[in-house]
């Protein structure tokens, strides 16, 4: 399914790229094609008034008037050999009036976007004076329609693919919610039918320390189940003393733990109550312990520790000085499927991420890690 949607993703890419790309061709070609045509029809109003000053015939006289009349959109500006206006058309006459300077300014852009024209004024001895024109605005509107057409396709293909990846988002909660709930209830028959089988056993044996560890077993498999269940819908959340969760989540790790590893938690005092699920927060700290201890490979210290954050949050951090993370993997650790171990499927993590982010509103990320070093991972709870 993945790579179906960057398959998609791609060929939405290529789309957008093959329609700006014959857009900005046809564009720079219907441009090129009115320059061309609105340079000759400044050639023409040159002639025009070339062939008003000459006034050979009453019907030339007429058509140099229409081509010049004709002449609406195109701001003109024409100087003599000194390089002083003498004459100009299509301005604003209003600001002519009302800005000293307004034409010269205006002369300057003229000179930048195209050569003059030379309009001879006498024939002997020769005055040539020069004539600078500008686009017309059905030009300019042309000239800045690839840069609308990018806006609207790159707006077009960033909602249609953040609907795919939303869609995609939703198929894989639906996923994994429809995934825990058949765990869930895979395991119930049978842990079911494991307690009664312990109940019967305790009558017997009730001293034995094999019921004991049976019964401890049979309790574990118990919570896992209700992890999985609760994961699989949206969990009732609950006033729960969080530092005696988090002492009691160190406790269970500590004994599975080898002896070399030192473990630190520094709590505030009193009781520290946040709304929250314990079975999955509990998950959540067991999946970052248990990745620490992978880390320090068998030496090593972990801190937990637990401070009121801004907005009445609560920060708890998971410090370990084991290996670190590189860089390259900082990135992916949340990843589904990612992992270093030669065991193991890669969903602690994510799971984890998901219970803090989208049961509980938090944040779960890795605030530090440096190889050789060790990682922090930082939990953020409102409170």
């Known amino acids: 399914m993945f790579n179906r949607f960057l398959s998609w993703r791609s060929f939405f890419y290529v789309v957008a790229l093959v329609i700006l790309v014959v857009t900005l061709f046809y564009t720079r070609y219907v441009s090129r094609k009115i320059l061309d045509e609105e340079h000759q029809r400044v050639e023409e109003w040159v002639l025009a008034n070339k062939a008003m000053q000459q ?3 009453p019907g ?82 042309i000239q800045y329609y690839p840069l609308v057409q990018l806006v609207v396709v790159a707006l077009f293909t960033g909602l249609l693919l953040a609907l795919i990846t939303t869609r995609h988002k939703s198929t894989q909660n639906q996923l994994w919610a429809g995934m825990a709930k058949e765990t869930a209830h895979q395991m119930g028959t049978p842990i079911t039918s494991l307690r009664g089988w312990v109940e019967m056993l305790k009558e017997q044996m009730a001293h034995n320390d094999v019921v004991v560890e049976l019964e401890k077993d049979v309790e574990r498999l118990m919570l896992v189940s209700d992890r999985f269940s609760k994961i699989g819908s949206q969990p009732q959340l609950e006033n729960y003393d969080l530092g005696r969760l988090l002492q009691d989540s160190v406790e269970y790790m500590k004994r599975r733990a080898p002896g070399k590893i030192l473990f630190d938690v520094q709590l505030p005092t009193g009781s520290v109550e946040a709304r929250i699920s314990p079975t999955l927060i509990n998950w959540v700290m067991e999946n970052l312990l248990k990745n620490a201890l992978d880390a320090m490979e068998g030496v ?10 801004s907005d009445a949050n609560l920060i708890i951090d998971v410090i370990d000085t084991g290996k670190g993370i590189s860089a390259g ?3 992916r650790v949340f990843q589904p499927g990612f992992t270093t171990k030669k065991r193991g499927w890669g969903l602690g993590l994510t799971l984890c991420k998901r219970i803090v982010e989208q049961y509980h509103a938090g944040q779960l990320f890795v605030k530090q890690s440096s190889p050789g070093e060790g990682t922090t991972f930082r939990m953020i709870l409102p409170r």
Do not use: C
């Open 329 to 331: 993997n900082l990135q």
């Open 300 to 309: 090593g210290k972990i801190t937990v520790k637990m401070k009121a954050g």
């Open 60 to 141: 030339n006289i007429a058509l140099s008037n229409m081509v010049i009349i004709n002449n609406e959109d195109m701001p003109l500006i024409a100087t003599d050999e000194k390089g002083q206006i003498v004459d100009y058309r299509n301005f604003d006459s209003s600001r002519v009036n009302a800005e000293p300077g307004y034409l010269e300014k205006r002369l300057a852009d003229l000179k930048e976007e195209h050569p003059p024209i030379d309009w001879e004024i006498v024939d002997s001895p020769r005055v040539v004076y020069k004539v600078y024109y500008g686009n017309t605005a059905l030009l300019k509107e």
């Open 55 to 57: 006034a050979e015939t």
